[in-house]
DNA sequence: AATCGCGCCTGACGGC
DNA sequence: TGCCGTCAGGCGCGAT
């Protein structure tokens, strides 16, 4: 499931190989994923060249001069850097072949995941316009997070994983960020007090920056590579650890669906 | 306006 | 062995 660090390692992985380059054709095997890939996305892409590759929360978008494409993976989408002629997976549902010999090829088992095209201004898009900051800005900080959840009664960690508050929270790294930050995952957002919220916005970039760190050092996969980058190379305080201890105070982990979402706490750690 | 819950989809896993 | 039921999960969207 890529989370935000994902996705940035993704980007940074297939920056070198797309930026700059001219697309030569696109393949498409498989039109349904979350939205049918449209057609015409063939013709109009042609002869493009990708002279940016972005990263808006957990969408990635490809820049030309005639539009931009839309990319989410999903649960379980990826993107990889493949040979031209390398034989296409199962689940290898678009390649996006460029002018050096390689492709841009994106694999979704679940298609969960969407692959658009629009040839608007892309931030005007409807699945971006109403997005919240990105937590890795200065616009994203304690008083702007803090005065938007005044009067909110929704579960903390709902309000966090709202794209419309802020982008690339996922459900790991809310459970995560949150135990950093010592408040209980159910707390209603407008309980929490302004100086709760310096920590939380804290522990909240600290998290997805550790983890974009920890992305980076499998960048090298991107290329003629299967393996995935991701959080299993960093230890998870309290995701995936229902009735294990606490690593702070020995408590056992507990494990609640919030939002139809299993979340991961501390009862003791967490207020 | 805020919030809740659905459903898209497949692989992994457990039970028999 | 192999089949089947269950579950996970991001996120937009419609319902409340």
């Not at 994106?106 to 692959?115: E, I």
């Not at 920590?199 to 290329?223: C, P, S």
Request: proline share 4%; charged share 25%.
């Amino acid at each position: 499931m890529p989370e935000l660090p994902e996705v940035e390692t993704t980007r940074r992985g297939i920056m070198p190989h797309v930026k700059g380059r001219r697309i030569m054709a696109v393949v498409v095997r498989q039109r349904q994923l979350r939205y049918p890939v449209p057609l015409r996305l063939k013709h109009e892409l042609k002869n493009q060249i990708v002279y940016d590759v972005v990263r808006r929360g957990k969408y990635l978008l490809l820049c030309c001069d005639a539009g931009s494409v839309i990319i989410h993976l999903g649960m379980s989408g990826s993107l990889r850097i493949v040979a031209r002629d390398t034989v296409a997976g199962k689940h290898d549902h678009i390649d996006i072949c460029l002018d050096n010999d390689l492709c841009l090829r994106l694999r979704d088992p679940r298609r969960f995941g969407l692959l658009l095209w629009t040839r608007r201004n892309v931030m005007q898009h409807r699945l971006l316009r109403d997005l919240g900051p990105e937590p890795l800005t200065l616009d994203f900080d304690s008083e702007y997070l803090y005065q938007r959840s005044r009067g909110r009664r929704q579960a903390i960690k709902q309000f966090i994983m709202d794209s419309h508050n802020v982008v690339g929270v996922g459900n790991i790294y809310a459970s995560e960020s949150l135990f950093m930050a010592g408040i209980h995952p159910l707390r209603a957002a407008g309980r929490v007090a302004l100086p709760r919220y310096v920590v939380l916005v804290d522990a909240i970039k600290r998290v997805l920056q550790q983890a974009i760190a920890q992305g980076g050092t499998t960048l090298r996969d991107f290329y003629y590579g299967d393996e995935q980058p991701g959080y299993f190379g960093q230890s998870l305080q309290v995701y995936g650890r229902e009735a294990q201890d606490c690593r702070v105070c020995g408590s056992g982990i507990r494990q609640r669906r919030i939002g139809q979402r299993a979340s991961y706490y501390c009862p003791v750690c967490q207020r």
